[in-house]
């Protein structure tokens, strides 16, 4: 599928994706996922900003069953 899309697919940099992923593998603190590019990086954070209102919503109820303090 991919392999005859055309260079125009393709607008990170390999060496820089390469350096990034091995900084952070390295890293005091790796991240447990790595996000690399723009166009990730806005679908990432729009799908994390969609799920947050139902996640809040649950709150009270999460908290619910806790012991007593």
Request: proline share 6%.
């Amino acid at each position: 599928m991919f392999d005859s899309a055309g260079d125009e697919l393709y607008t990170l940099v390999p060496h820089k994706i390469a350096q990034r992923i091995f900084d952070a593998a390295t890293s005091e603190k790796p991240p447990l996922r790595l996000t690399l590019g723009g166009d990730a990086f806005g679908v990432i954070q729009a799908a994390l900003k969609n799920r947050l209102p139902a996640l809040e919503a649950q709150e009270a109820l999460a908290r619910s069953v806790a012991f007593d303090a």
